[in-house]
């Protein structure tokens, strides 16, 4: 695969954590960092660890072996350094109750999937720590993911570091001063970090899920301005915002959030050679374009209807997403 373009600080970090976590791999890049000549090794797994760049987040690290553990020749456990939440990339939090939950649902499962966060880190300086642990493989289930369901409850963590507790606390309250009027059961854990675990930047922020009677989950996230950066936010606005993004996500609405999208678009594909089907909201640019990359990797196309509100009487245009998977099956994975 070429790539032409610049090759940045948290890339080059990337190419590094590829590099680990497979066998047999060859990169080179050329003298001034344009050019990337990459030719894939075996997937194989293990126990590792890796110094993410501060400049992105753990996520988009996560995403990527989200992705790719299940496929491993060993079950993979890695811990990541770096920054845990930030405003760009789907943080820690969002990844961990809403990616592992898809997981399951194509048959990665078992006490092994988990996502563990020791110590948290604010951009720029980052300093968190997270475990991330997941089972191998063999071959996916076809999934059939049609039904959202209604709402049932919603649950949330607020977590500050490095600045006043209290900040938690006010963040939960603006936040349930705007569901409260909608649904009884609402829980918002505050999670203030001290000392080591606290990372090395200080910064706060919130993370709310919708749970629907079905088992879909649905995510939003905000997260304070990085110190040194923008005009200080105020922790109420924060909340408030945070609810209201939740609120545009159910609108939106569909099996899997617009965050989680393209995960199961890639696990869909790459199932037994049986039919897929899962309803999803408006297409994120981002999954647009997966999709492109889908057809090129796979020649796949997926069939797509879409679903006018009158017919689901709630929110926005959905989209029914139907494929058969491609048949693909882990080779690589030791038989015991």
Known sequence: VHVFSLILNFEASFIRLIDKVTNGSRIEINQTGTTLYYQPGLLYGGSLEHDCSPSRSIGYYLESLLCLAPFMKHPLKIVLRGVTNDQVDPSVDVLKVTALPLLKKFGVDGESLEIKINRRGMPPKGGGEILFACPVRKVLQPIHFTDPGKIKRIRG???SVRVSPQMANRMVESARSILNKLLPDIYIYTDHMKGVSSGKSPGFGMCLTAETINGTILSAELASNPQGQGAAV???ELGQNCAKLL???VYRG????STNQSLALLLMTLGQRDVSKVLLGPLSPYTIE??????SFFQIMFKIETKTPEEEHMGGEKVLMTCVGIGFSNLSKTIR
């Open 157 to 159: 963590t607020a977590y």
């Open 254 to 257: 569909g099996c899997v959030d």
């Open 290 to 295: 997966f999709l492109r990359h889908l057809r």
């Open 247 to 249: 609120l545009e996500e």
């Open 234 to 236: 105020l922790p109420e």
